[in-house]
């Protein structure tokens, strides 16, 4: 990689200096990693793509991930050292500045619809950030055991199953309130003059359930609805819309103060 990097003449010697720094410090692979570059390269030249392994510096010391890679041999059990850990946060630091893994690398793993992929390639959810950094609260785990992954394992695998069902849905949410918005009230009216009946049960059940006005039995309903006063149609709608809406911000865009990214 120095050599080629040397024969880019067009760009300056300390730029290219900065750059093999960066290259020293950071764990970068390409052409052994198949899926990754080789298969990729081989199908659409100038595709492919370079892997990287970011050991997080609140790692535990476990082994595990050492143990999986084996003959690979892309991680090995090394002494902590102060020097060290400022190498890992730097790199872990500037991984944040890269773009998440695009789709094309992650094989059969479907991203945006996990419950649609091959059971084979679900660990490939571990590949998006926002999948690995799903663990965000102080584990408690001990020092060299495995329960942290336990932790991380269970929280992806959430993350990565549950917020694009939830996305999903609070847009499916948005649509159907913004449906009732447009035709609501033209369908209450339709209502109204297809079975009177059920025209008012509706208009009743919204205001009883949704409007909080419903009692502690009929006749303590039909009296708060006597004293609150006549409810239009509009009314009725806006309290549907207002549900829905706050349903969809819920599953979407919900999040705590402090911490979190504003993905919902």
Known sequence: LRAEVDQLTS???????????????????????????????????????IFSIFVSDLCKGCGECVQVCGDHDALRMTQETPELNADLTTAQVFSRLLPDTNQKFLGLYQDESPEASREAALRNHLMVRRNYEALVSGDGACAGCGEKSVLRAAASVTEAYMRPMYHKKAARLREKASGLEESGVTRLEALKTLNEE???????????????????????????????????????????????????????????????????
């Open 198 to 264: 059920e025209y008012n049960w509706f208009k009743r059940s919204v205001a009883h359930v949704v409007m909080g006005l419903g009692g502690e039995n009929d006749e303590d309903t039909t009296h708060r609805l006597d004293q609150h006063g006549e409810i239009s149609d509009l009314e009725i709608i806006d309290a549907l819309v207002a549900v829905l809406r706050q349903d969809a911000f819920n599953h979407r865009d919900l999040q705590a103060i402090d911490g979190r990214m504003a993905n919902g």
């Open 11 to 49: 760009i300056g010697v300390a730029a290219r200096d900065e750059f093999l720094h960066i290259i020293d410090k950071l764990p970068l692979a390409y052409n052994d990693v198949t899926a990754i570059y080789r298969s990729v390269e081989k199908k659409s030249p100038g595709n492919g793509g």
